[in-house]
């Protein structure tokens, strides 16, 4: 194996992906043997000493400055605070594998939300991937048991977490130019944690008494979600961004839904429904066209055989 490829980050990228989906499947458990904020804010704040141990080890921790200080705060209202209670509330209203579809909108809602902050171009093909993208969320959020008959407020809880995010991603992108996103990220992690557990206690009083209810088997659940999804995972990820770019590493996201739906599927014997498989085409299908996937793949081999054509 050559030291330059790429395949040993791909097999990072793909572990990380399996940790993302079946982390969908963890927080439905969790939510429902724990009181959902609560539980959302310990295991936050569990991910965050995990990431600043790993930031430790790395040498890059260091203070924010002022104006540093301020981005991570707005960022973490939206990554942290607003993505993960709706996500936590959502899964007491909708199935694991639902949610699982809705959260694979992630690379789509961000390309737009750079086409409307960042300007960034908007391509025909990259349209017609977000047009794709939205049909499949319609058969997924419209589809209440066995026929299309209302907007459950679960999955519209779910929407709203990974709308929040994808905004985040915007303003993370805004200061990444002089705040390294993984220390960001642990930054946020801490921060976030600190505010959803202040809403946890006006709105849910017994949570804490509620933690003391777990199992050895859920409370191994909470770790590895902890741990392996939130800590490892998004470091890996970032990682991975910084050696094979964004728009390469995005691409693997599209396995998420996949993940997460046999996840439900094997842990909660959920039963998958064609409604959501017909969904999880048109996301897979928008993802990879909106996010520029596509398109970057086109570019780089095109340049593959521009350089071939050269070296005769």
């Known amino acids: 194996m050559k030291k330059n490829s790429k395949l040993p980050i791909y097999i990072t990228l793909v572990f990380v992906m399996l940790t993302w989906g079946l982390n969908v499947t963890a927080t439905k458990l969790l939510v429902t043997s724990f009181s959902p904020i609560t539980m959302t804010a310990l295991r936050i704040f569990t991910a965050a000493g995990g990431v600043f141990i790993l930031l430790g080890f790395l040498r890059l921790l260091r203070k924010p400055t002022k104006s540093e200080w301020f981005a991570i705060l707005i960022c973490s209202l ?48 990259r349209f017609l991937g977000i047009i794709f993208g939205f049909v499949g969320i319609s058969f997924i959020i419209l589809h209440n048991g066995k026929a299309l008959q209302g907007i459950s407020i679960g999955d519209v809880q779910i929407f709203l977490s990974i709308l929040l995010q994808a905004f985040s991603f915007i ?7 002089t705040l390294d996103p993984r220390l960001m990220t642990g ?36 770790f590895a979600s902890a741990f392996l999804a939130t800590s490892v995972g998004h470091m890996i990820y970032n990682y991975a961004i910084g050696k094979v770019g964004p728009s390469e590493t995005s691409i693997f996201i599209n396995l998420n839904p996949f993940f997460a739906l046999v996840g439900a599927s094997l842990f909660l014997h959920e039963q998958i429904t064609l409604i959501q498989v017909i969904g999880f085409i048109f996301i897979i299908f928008g ?23 050269l070296s005769r």
């Not at 809403?199 to 659940?221: A, C, D, H, R, Y």
């Open 78 to 125: 939206f990554n942290v605070v607003g993505h993960h209670y709706f996500l936590s509330v959502g899964l007491q209203e909708t199935s694991a594998s639902n949610a699982g579809l809705i959260l694979g909108m992630g690379p789509i809602l961000t390309t737009i939300m750079a086409i409307v902050f960042l300007k960034n171009k908007v391509t025909f093909i």
């Open 171 to 177: 303003m993370i992108k805004k200061v990444s130019a």
């Open 187 to 222: 930054y946020m992690l801490l921060i976030g944690s600190g505010i959803l557990f202040g809403f946890s206690l006006v709105m849910e009083p017994n949570g804490l008494q509620s933690m003391t209810k777990g199992n050895m088997g859920i409370w191994i659940i909470f």
């Open 287 to 309: 993802v990879v066209l909106g996010s520029g996937g596509l398109e970057e793949l086109l570019r780089y081999r095109k340049k593959q055989r521009q350089r071939v054509i």
